[in-house]
C-alpha cells in the first residue's frame, strides 16, 4: 500500500509541472503577439455534416465535452476504488477525510458568497473555490518525499477524492441546463447493457467502444453536462476481480500442467486445438483475475495527466490580461474567489476536523500533528483544474471568466507557496518511524 501510495504522489508531481507549464504557456500565447491564432485554434469548429445538420463543438469545447470525459472518468475510477477497498472503505478511518472535505468545500462556498451577495450571474460562482485540483496539492506534497508521514499522504489523498465527488455532485445538480429525460433513459438503458456486458465479462473493445460512445453521447444531449458520462461509467468497472485467488491458481496451474504435457512449442497450437484452448483459458482467467476498473486506471493515469489536462489547461488558461480586466480588479468575484480558496478551504477543514477530533468521533492518523494537517489544508486550496473547469460553466460573460480564472492562478499560487512554507517548518528533518 504505501508503495503504490508513494509511486502515485511522484507521478503526481510530474504531472503537476506538465500541467504548470501548459497553463503558463497558454497565458503567454493569449498574451503575446500571435494571440490571434490561439484564440483562431481554440474556436475552431470540428464535427460532422448529415445531409443540412451541422453537429459542430470547437476545439476548446471537444477537449471540455470530449476528453475531459476520460479525466472523470479516471477520478471516478479511484473514488470507487478507495470506497471499496482503499482508505474510505474504513468507516473509522474515512470520517475524518470526508468530514473535513465537506468542511472544506462548504466554507470557501459560503466565502464567495459573502462577495457576491448582490446576486445577478456573479453569485454563480460559488462553486469555484469549493475544488481542490489533485495533482497540484498531492504533487507539491511529494515534494518533501520521506520527510511527509504516510498518514498524512493518505488524509489528504482521501481528502482530494471526496473533494472531488463533491465537485462532480455540483457540476451535476446545480451547473445542469434544462434536462431532456427523454434522451437520459436511453442514457440509462446503456449503462444497463454496458454493466450486462462487464457482468458477462465480455472483454472486446468492439463491444465495449460502442456502447462507451453512446452513453457520451447521450448525457451530452441530455443537458448534463457530458463529464458527467466518465464518472457514471467508471461506477460500472469493477475495482475487484471477478474471481477468487484460490480459482485462478487452480485454472492455471492445471492449464499449465497440461501444456507441459503436451510438447509445447511455438508452432503446436496450429494443429493441436487442445493447447490452443488452454492458453486461451489461461489469457481469459488472467483478465478475469485483473479488475477491469484497476486496469483502465493504470493505463490511463498517464494519458490523462500528460495529455488530458495540459490540453484543458492549454485551452483553458489563456486569459488576456488587458487594462479593463486588470482595472476591475479586486472586484467581488475575484476576492470570492480568492478569499475562499487560500483562507476558506483550510478554515473549513480544520475547523471540521477540530470539531470530530476533539468530540472523540474521530482521531488524527499516525504521525499526524495539528500543524502538519493545517499545512496540508492550506495546501488544498490549490484549486487550479477544477475550480477554472467549473467557472467555464457558471459563467457566460467573459469578463467574469476572465476574473475568475485570474484569482484561480492567483489563490492556487499563493495556497502552493504557503503551504510548501508551512510545511517546510513543522515536518521532520527525517522521516519518522512507522
Known sequence: MKYLLDRFLHSQTTGAIVLLVAAASALFWANSTWSGSYFAINQQQIGFYIGDDAYLLTFGDWIKDGL???????????????????ELSDPRKALLPIAAAC??????????????????????GWGIPMATDIAFALGVLALFGTRVPLGLKVFLTALAIVDDLLAILVIAFFYTSNINFTVLIIAALLLALLSWVVRRRMHSPGIHLPILIGIWLCILLSGIHATIAGVLIAMIYPVQSSIKPEVFFDTIKTRINQLEESRLTRNSMIDDKKQLRAMNQIY?????????????????????????????????????????????????????????????????????????????MAKLGKGITWPMLFGCSVLAGIGFTMSIFIAELAFTDPQLISEAKLSIFAASISAAVLGSIILNWVLPEKKPEC
Open 103 to 124: 468542511g472544506g468545500a462548504v466554507v470557501p462556498a459560503i466565502f464567495y458568497a459573502i462577495f457576491n451577495l448582490s446576486g445577478g450571474e456573479a453569485a454563480r
Open 68 to 86: 475531459m470525459v476520460i479525466f472523470f472518468f479516471v477520478v471516478g475510477l479511484e473514488i470507487k476504488r478507495e470506497v471499496l477497498v482503499g
Open 284 to 360: 481469459l482467467t488472467t483478465q478475469d483475475m485483473i479488475p477491469s476498473g484497476i486496469a483502465m486506471e493504470e493505463n490511463l493515469h498517464s494519458i490523462q495527466a500528460y495529455l488530458i489536462l495540459p490540453l484543458f489547461a492549454l485551452s483553458s488558461a489563456g486569459v488576456v490580461v488587458d487594462n479593463s480586466v486588470v482595472s476591475s480588479l479586486p472586484d467581488p468575484v475575484s476576492m470570492g474567489v480568492f478569499s475562499g480558496l487560500v483562507f476558506g478551504k483550510p478554515i473549513g477543514i480544520m475547523l471540521t476536523s477540530a470539531v470530530l477530533v476533539r468530540s472523540g
